[in-house]
């Protein structure tokens, strides 16, 4: 990051008059400057009011506990597509998206019990050594010596190769998968990967085509234990319309995607702008247990969700309003003082390291969290078996959102021990 970049957001985060705070802007998270405007929320109004925004108005919760809060009392703060999803962007009415990750009780239960199994203890056991073998071959294939995209070669590519598999998805169009996720996701802006919402329809048309193939395929055969054919024999799901289908393949792309993908570009990041960690971990490998949370936390790959208020509410002594927005910024929770120690440095052996808000709180809390820490407990483990020394060249490129946090590229160079 320029450091006069940085300086200039630190001054202007403390001048700015609080109701002129928007920490919805994406260009924030894009030039990773966020950091000062929520220290500033944090201490000066840890329920703030944001009037006027693209995104319209909307309430932020910055604080540890206030964010716990919310989470839990689902039966005032709803997640519901009906009522607006999951991100402070309103979609069209006629363009609603339902996915169990937008659904409140008991519905919500109901789906995300069918696609449990694919994250069970004993499945994981049974996914551990292919997923192994598909990261040596990875690290295997990387030039060393040579400059190249870790984003790219690396978190993408380990990372589709893993929906692939969960979903019993064709191999080969497993990139997909990544783009479909993306297209998802991304802000419509002329010159990006969806310039308007006509166009993202078009591609979740291309991606429900191919999935109602799969998923034909799989209704007609017996149950099988990948997520289309949960999904299809599921007593909550094997009903589900077109669009329904689609939003919660959309959700188990993302939730496989985004996570794992940029925490892994992130471990690498953190542990290249801080020797010391990386030396510490050379020493003592055993803290890859405790470096792969703190890396989740320190990265927040989902920046917030929100919510929407079925009713009044009083939080941190501030009324909600009904039908208010409410964003959950975990990005800010998992930095904050007063529930975290020293909460802006990265420390590979912290006491408590899964005392972070990157997988949510409560009945929402991210179903294949113990999937994303495996994979990321995995390569590690495999960098220190090289001896590899990964430097991070330039400043990487961020995603352009404030909900996805994560990197676009991000170019490296490899040097093996002498």
Request: net charge negative.
């Amino acid at each position: 990051m320029d450091t006069t970049v940085a300086a200039d957001h630190a001054k202007l985060a403390e001048e700015l008059p609080l109701d002129q705070i928007d920490v919805s802007d994406p260009a924030l998270y894009q030039q990773d400057v966020w950091r000062p405007y929520f220290r500033r929320l944090r201490r000066d109004a840890p329920v703030h009011y944001c009037a006027e925004s693209p995104v319209g108005p909307f309430w932020s919760i910055t604080k540890h506990k206030d964010i716990v809060d919310v989470e839990v009392n689902h039966r005032v703060f709803s997640s519901s597509s009906t009522l607006g999803g999951i991100v402070l962007r309103d979609r069209p009415a006629d363009l609603e998206l339902p996915m169990f990750i937008a659904m409140d009780p008991p519905k919500h239960e109901a789906q995300r019990k069918v696609v449990q199994p694919i994250v069970s203890p004993e499945n994981l056991d049974n996914l551990k050594d292919l997923i192994r073998g598909r990261i040596r071959t990875t690290l295997d294939s990387l030039p060393i010596g040579e400059t190249f995209d870790w984003v790219d070669r690396v978190s993408i590519e380990l990372t589709a190769q893993m929906l692939a598999t969960l979903f019993d998805f064709p191999f080969e169009d497993r990139r997909k998968l990544s783009f479909w996720s993306d297209a998802s996701t991304a802000l419509p802006y002329a010159g990006t990967i969806v310039e308007s919402e006509e166009q993202r329809e078009e591609i979740f048309r291309e991606c429900l085509g191919y999935f109602m193939t799969l998923w034909n395929e799989r209704v007609n055969a017996e149950p099988r234990p990948d997520l289309i054919s949960m999904l299809a024999h599921g007593e909550a799901t094997r009903t589900m319309s077109p669009r329904e289908f689609l939003g919660n393949i959309l959700l188990l792309i993302v939730g496989g995607n985004d996570t794992t993908r940029n925490s892994m570009s992130g471990g690498v990041l953190f542990l290249s702008q801080n020797p010391e960690e990386f030396a510490k971990l050379r020493a003592r490998p055993e803290l890859v247990d405790s470096m792969v949370p703190e890396i989740i936390r320190y990265q927040t790959p989902i920046a917030y969700m929100r919510r929407t208020a079925l009713e009044d509410a009083e939080i941190g002594g501030k009324t909600i309003r009904k039908s208010e927005k409410v964003a959950m910024w975990y990005i800010s929770g998992n930095r904050d003082e007063d529930a975290i120690e020293e909460p802006d440095r990265f420390l590979i052996d912290r006491p408590r390291p899964r005392q972070h808000l990157s997988f949510g709180f409560g009945i929402h809390r991210c179903v294949g969290k113990h999937l994303a820490e495996m994979q990321l407990k995995l390569l590690w483990e495999d960098i220190l078996r090289r001896g590899w020394t990964i430097e991070v060249l330039g400043e990487p490129k961020r995603v352009f959102s404030s909900f996805i946090h994560g990197f676009t590229e991000m170019r490296v160079r490899i040097s093996e021990p002498r």
